[in-house]
């Protein structure tokens, strides 16, 4: 049996060859195989060789060796190291004004870490500061008992108020920008809505109060509802998106 290369490509030539004696000598021949090696992988498919010797007509083993090739499968299964997909692009600025931040994210998913296999290296998520404008000033004398008013909307940092008819309107006007804060994360496009029109749906929980349905919706999901403080952790279904309301003691509204 001889092996021929060429580039990439083995040829495996198969050889009969029959021992004659002539006067009495032995011709040479191939003769006496090592044992098979082991596996070359610790799982799944690999392959396995052993080596035969040729011997000469004086019987000698000579340096000159035959490899034969087989396959070997371990029933074990291989680990897979995990790998990071794609970067997400970058969310939008978080706030309207003033500094915030853009993330961008990505998961170890390409493929997920199996059978013991490494976990991706480095983090999942990554940020970058941002600034789309400055927030207006807090107005010189402004006093802070008008915020009591019915209609008024606190800011976040509960140091000035607007009118609630002032949220998304596109135009910032509270000093820390959570006028408009959580309707640029919706991409501006909120719009005022009716709720008198929604379908009755049971969820165990109190729907919206006859008489306090107003408030912003995009794309139907709700962003703002205006209802009773009094009201808290109230549920309702939209189309048939559910959100979850929360109220504080002063009576701003907020969704999560």
């Known amino acids: 049996m001889r092996l021929f290369h060429s580039g990439t490509v083995t ?3 198969l050889c009969i060859i029959v021992p004659a004696t002539v006067d009495g000598d032995v011709s040479s021949a191939w003769g006496e195989w090592d ?3 082991a596996c070359s992988v610790t799982c799944g498919y690999g392959s396995i060789t052993k080596t035969g010797y040729w011997f000469n007509e004086e019987g000698v083993k000579t340096n000159e060796t035959f490899v034969q090739h087989s396959g070997c499968y371990l029933n074990i299964k291989c680990p897979v190291d995990g790998n990071w997909t794609m970067w997400s692009p970058y969310s939008a600025c978080s706030k309207p004004c003033g500094q915030g931040i853009r993330t961008r994210t990505r998961y170890c998913t390409n493929p997920r870490p199996l059978n013991g296999g490494n976990e991706c290296m480095g983090g999942g998520s990554d940020q970058t500061n941002c600034k789309l404008d400055d927030c207006p000033p807090i107005p010189p004398n402004f006093d802070i008992e008008t915020c009591k008013q019915p209609g008024k909307l606190w800011c976040k940092s509960k140091r000035m108020c607007v009118e609630a008819s002032q ?3 596109r135009k910032v006007q509270c000093h820390d920008g959570s006028d408009e804060s959580l309707c640029y994360k919706y991409k ?3 719009r005022e ?3 008198g029109t929604l379908k009755r749906v049971t969820t165990g929980k109190e729907g919206l109060q006859e008489g306090n349905t107003r408030g912003i919706m995009d794309d139907n999901i709700a962003i703002t509802i ?3 403080p009094t009201l808290v ?3 309702y279904e939209y189309n048939p998106v559910c959100v979850v309301l929360y109220h504080d003691s002063n009576g701003e509204e907020d969704t999560r």
Do not use: F, H
Request: positive net charge; glycine residues 4%; proline residues 0%.
């Open 188 to 190: 501006n496009s909120a």
């Open 233 to 235: 952790g109230k549920r």
């Open 226 to 228: 205006v209802m009773s």
């Open 193 to 195: 809505m009716n709720y």
């Open 167 to 169: 949220r998304c309107d």
């Open 11 to 13: 040829l495996l030539v």
């Open 35 to 37: 044992s098979w090696s």
